[in-house]
């Protein structure tokens, strides 16, 4: 099926090519005169696994540049993880290849190009920008915090990045109709929504006689961990999990402090008490589909435009109402929402070391910071996928209902993540559901987004000590977490022991080389 | 049987020793020409350990280099005995280690009798029909891919669907989260690898039962022998050699416990008795492309499975005069 309407895509793409050709041509994007140019790309991403050249969306790029990308993708079938570990497999099977393509587009890549690019494995982009490129050039000019979070430690850029428009990720969810029907208001404090949660697990609100209720659930545990924010704690400083955070211009990190052992204890306290899913640990990636569809789940934090999306278990479940609330306040009265949008992912694409004509390949690059380079990246190609109606990209009825609007678009080519873009979130708005959009709207009122770490670049100095310490001191961090909220060790007595054992494993070291390379990163 | 093949060894030795060169080219070229076949069978294997075993050897340099994938293997700058010194210095790779060696001494000690009990067990089954059928489902987990297996261990222990804490609340025992308890990773591991390969590994037992010659178990029932007797006295002794060379494999592959069932397994609540030298390795050597790291950790592990089959080999030859060389 799925296949099927790819194949209907693509004739329709040459359909159209056919017919808006002549309104199009008119060559003012063109990069090569005569004959075209053609660059070789490697594509990985978790999204969509290989380049395809007959993706509709690179068939009209080829004929408004006139550059033709050739497909020489190693690694094709290894998917770049999608869960933040930063495995680039099919990156590294490359480079082990030792022939590198005039293109490199990856999700993960911006650690990969930051450690290989001054080796000599991707160019320097900064003077190819300034001389050849106006339009990323005005970009980076009105975000000068962009350009400097994706340089490497030479103070080069390697990369052009894939920056992810809209603020908002995740939010707290809860089951509403179970709220009306035990006579519960939303919850606005910690001390409220723990009483929520024990009154899903304990007055049964899905009526069926037996206390089976999930209170609190998630697909991702370490979900489970960023509820430290209500009692001033921090999981994150950045969209990935664990990360490093920036407090007051200085790099710390989150499960070295004290609003996170408050946390821990807490939330040890409600896993033993039955208000957190006793398999949070185990239960994967389908919690939310068995436990919502199941009518166990209570509440729990993830994506708006997703988890909006199971009020259609409605038509199931009678009265199903699964809405978004406001993070409730801390013990010291603060609402903060610790997951947002990073405006910059570590993903998008570089040009590789023995590439001859960088120029062309930077003007390339250049094409989708134009109008109608952006307007192919984020919503197909005019006249196939959308309409231009009172200068909005509006995406035409049968493409909405040819189901989820990103597969489809991945699927044509669009809203790639191996690729340089700036995201327009016009495409998303369009068929996110009133739920969501009524959730963004509360969070939008409450302001309750935080500002995010957006990672540092290491030289190859920092980058040993790094590489020395951190994986062992994650390790234990997270050990230790784990045995707290289980009960298998008590946070307030263990205390001094794990910071000690931080201490031990070289957590100071690593946070010294995290500062000394935020400094130079951000001039702070 | 050893004997024999001893002294046909010396003769030879012997006799090539007085030869000429001109002669030992004539005997080579002779022996080739009538044993032809026997080396044709023998080339798969030889090209397969030059490409996948003798080859690789020459990246093993990079346990002692600073490698970039980049740079190349030749190309890297030396690093000393930088990364082992990185290694011995983290406390929680030597628990890594320690682990794997409990891990694999708590399989030696269970794991490797199952299969034998098994095989003995078939053999005294009589009913032809009952046993294939047994046999078929104790060798069907093997071809289970692990990533199952782990999916099937996960519900199985589940604390809310799980058939085990079903069963315990029927006793009146609170349901426990078997997964996330240290104490529990290893029994639920070893379990699993038994139910998972007890049987599949019978099928050598079977085979050197199979071949133990019918006339000593036909004199064992003139002589009034019962079937126990029979199987401590003959089978038992008669399968010795067998059980000792799997042993030595065995010992082996001490290192090598299967780590992608523990990858699937483990939590980082579990890591104080489930992280074992591979699944370490994998977290903070592979995961973040350190590879000349993961090069020095791989290195140590064969150098010690190499030391414990020195050892086993030494012992088994000096005490029951089986070895694999």
Sequence with gaps: MKKLLFTTAVSAAMAAAVTTTPTLADGHLQIVKGDPLELTIQMNHARYPVYK????????????????????????????????????????????????????????IKDFVNQFGPEGAFLPLNDLIDEHAPNLKKFFAERPEIAAAISAADGNMYYIPYLPDGKYGRAYWIRTDWLKK????????????????????????????????????????????????????????????????????????????????????????????????????????????????????????????????????????????????????????????????????????????????????????????TEEGRRLANFGVEGMHYDMIDGKAIFKQEFLDAGPVNRSLYQVGSQLQGRGYFQDYGYEIQWSNEFALEGIELYDQGDYLIDQFLGVAFNADEQKVYDRH????????????????????DVEADWDDYMAQLDKLGLSKVLEVMNSAYKRQYNK | MNTGSDKRHVTTVTTTRKRTLKQKLIWLGDHFRNEWQIYLMLLPTIIWMILFLYKPMYGLQIAFKDYSIFRGVANSPWA???????????????????????????????????????????????????????????????????????????????????????????????????????????PIFVGTGIWQEAGFGSIVFLAAIAGVSPSLYESAVVDGASRWQMMWKITLPSILPTILIMLIIRIGNVMEVSFELIILLYQPATYETADVVNTFVYRQGLQSGRYDFAAAAGLFNAVVAFVLVMIANTLSRRYSRTSLW
Excluded: C
């Design chain 1, 53 to 108: 050249e007959d993706w509709p969306v690179e068939q009209k790029a080829r004929e408004l540049t006139n550059v033709h990308l050739k497909d020489v993708t190693v690694g094709a079938n290894m998917r770049t993880d999608s869960e933040n570990t930063g495995k680039t497999e099919a990156l590294n099977l490359m480079l082990a290849s030792g022939t590198i393509p005039d293109i490199v587009g990856s999700s993960r």
């Design chain 1, 182 to 369: 035990l006579g519960l208001e939303v919850p606005e404090t910690v001390e409220d929504y723990e009483k929520v949660l024990r009154a899903f697990k304990t007055q049964d609100p899905n009526g069926n006689g037996v206390a089976d209720e999930v209170p609190y659930f998630a697909r991702q545990w370490p979900e489970l961990i960023r509820l430290v924010t209500l009692w001033d704690g921090r999981s994150s400083g950045s969209d990935t999990y664990h990360d490093f955070m920036v407090v007051d211009g200085k790099i710390e990190h989150p499960y070295a402090g004290e609003g996170y052992r408050e946390g821990i204890k807490n939330l040890a306290r409600w896993q033993a008490e039955g208000l957190v899913d006793a398999e949070i640990f185990t239960r994967g990636s389908s919690a939310r589909d068995f436990l919502l569809s199941e009518n166990l789940g209570g509440s729990t934090h993830d994506w708006f435009a997703s988890t909006s999306g199971y009020n259609r278990l409605a038509s199931e479940i009678d009265g199903f109402e699964f809405k978004a609330m406001a993070p409730p306040a801390s013990i010291s009265g603060k609402r903060i929402e610790e997951h947002r949008r990073i405006p910059i992912k570590p993903d998008g694409w570089a040009i590789g070391g023995t590439n001859k004509h960088p120029v062309e390949t930077i003007k390339y690059f250049d094409f989708f910071f």
């Design chain 1, 470 to 489: 951190w994986g062992s001191i994650r390790d234990h961090m997270l050990e230790r977490q784990q045995s707290w909220i289980l009960g298998n060790g």
């Design chain 2, 80 to 186: 000393g005995l930088e990364h082992f010194e990185t290694l011995f210095t983290n406390d929680q790779f030597i628990r890594a280690f320690w682990n794997t060696i409990k891990i694999s001494f708590l399989n030696l000690l269970f794991g490797f009798p199952a299969p034998i009990i098994l095989a003995l067990m078939f053999n005294e089954v009589m009913n032809a029909t009952y046993k294939k059928t047994a046999q078929t489902i104790v060798y069907l987990p093997h071809f289970i891919s692990s990533v199952i297996i782990a999916g099937i261990v996960i519900t199985a222990f589940s604390p809310s669907v799980g058939i085990v804490n079903t069963v315990l609340g029927w006793l009146g025992i609170d349901s426990i989260y078997f997964l996330t308890k240290p104490e529990w990773f290893r």
